[in-house]
């Protein structure tokens, strides 16, 4: 089942190939999903671990009876809404989880890039991961993902009653905005009759929120916005996904400034360009008629922010999963490159794919903009689309016949532009490895709740994962 998602395919140009390429991809989609198993995992023991705790690790772990439990739903994504109630964890652990960042805020900003608070994990840090995660979690469980509903691919709830009505009541933020991303590709209407298929070009993927508590505000150290994306959930959404080719930033978005694309004398200058997949790109930038795109509502609403807020310490911070991951990269260039005094940049992504090249990443490094990305070692999303070629790795090779074949392969797959770059620093975690979870298959090890769970249990790369726990039983959401 892995395999198939390592098939990512770019849309032709050529209105015929398009076409019939389409029904292909559409048709291969649908029978995929039908056969994943479901997306969250309700009604989980989750095991929390208490930093006051003395828990020591076992190279030999045992089973602590911290299973992971799934039902089914009548969507054609099989989505179960997450029941995690983040303000009883919250409360149940706020003594010893709960610290005051205070002055040393941008510090867990990752001002530093995270240096020394990664490997062992800092608890401080272990609990803002799960804060932005839950935002997330919220995000999931505010969409609609019935077909035959009449709101489906809109929020479920109110902008004043969404946080509470998922566990954050007493989160301290207020969300400010909501935002939809609009699919750039447009299937024939045949298709759509003979399938029966919602036809949805935009959909609310996420939301802004600001930190309106004084006392949260006191105890992070600043006032925060966070920007919650949520992963693939769509048809048209996961057709953009398999465009996996790399595209020029539009002018209005690029940072490269010195490149004049209409001198051809130096050949291809794609790789002095910074680029990035094609199709989340066109989720970022694509609007209709009656539907502004995801880059003008985000730049338009942090515009508005800052304009509020700019004259305290003001922090930005974009957090997302699959899909939500790439188009939090996407975001923060974006701010980065564009808005003026725009405050610390900070993306916390789970489970993301790759977005762009080196010289996209070299440039997201410049602009000060932090990334921390959390993976997962056996969920494949994480090292897809195309490769990751260095170009010193021929001049480490000594056979001359394996150069030759690397430098030809790395041209063959730079002329493809399917050679990507990894982005930020990386906190490492394993399904494998963690006592607490079954073995399980693609959805289980890319499901937000597993990453939220290893993150909670990670200990450091040479003593992965506790094994004493405190069990944490879920209670349903309103």
Known sequence: MISHYQ????????????????????????????????HHQPNSTIPFYSSMSKAKCNPTFQNNNAT???????TSLSF???????????SQFEQC?????????????????????LDPLDDNLRWEILRYGQFVEAAYHSFDFDPSS????????PKTSLLSRCGLKDSGYKITKNLRATCGIRLPKWINKMYELPRNQSSWIGYVAVCQD??????????????????????????????????????????????????????DNNSARAMVENGFLSLYVSKTATNPSLQDMIREEIAR?????????????????????????????????????APMVTVVSFGGPRVGNDVFRNQLEQSGTRILRIVNSDDVITRVPGFLVKNDDVASIGDVHVARLQSWFHK?????????ADVGQELRLSSKESPYLKKGDFATCHDLKTYLRLVNGFVSSSCPYMNEVTEYQSEPLL
């Open 80 to 90: 179960n809404k997450s029941k995690l109630s983040w303000g009883r964890l919250k």
């Open 305 to 341: 922010i800052i304009q509020s807020y700019g004259d305290e310490p003001l922090s930005l911070t974009i957090t997302g999963h699959s899909l939500g991951a790439a188009l939090a990269i996407l975001g923060a260039y974006d701010i980065t490159a564009t808005l003026k005094n």
């Open 214 to 267: 004084k006392e949260e505000i006191a105890r992070l150290g600043r006032r925060d916005v966070v920007i919650a994306l949520r992963g693939t959930s769509t048809c048209l959404e996961w057709l953009e996904n398999l465009r996996a080719t790399l595209t020029k930033l539009p002018n209005h978005m690029s940072k490269d400034y010195n490149v004049d694309d209409n001198n051809n004398s130096g050949g």
């Open 7 to 38: 098939r990512y395919i770019p849309i032709t140009n050529s209105k015929k190939d398009s076409l019939s390429l389409s029904l292909y991809i559409y048709i291969y989609i649908m029978r995929l999903l039908a056969s994943l198993p479901t």
């Open 68 to 74: 992971i439990t799934s039902d089914t739903t009548s």
């Open 412 to 420: 063959r797959v730079e002329d493809m532009q399917l050679v990507y």
């Open 150 to 157: 009449p709101t489906y691919a809109t929020c479920r709830f």
């Open 97 to 117: 989880h709960s610290p005051k960042l205070g002055h040393k805020w941008m510090q867990y900003q990752g001002i530093n890039h995270w240096e020394g608070l």
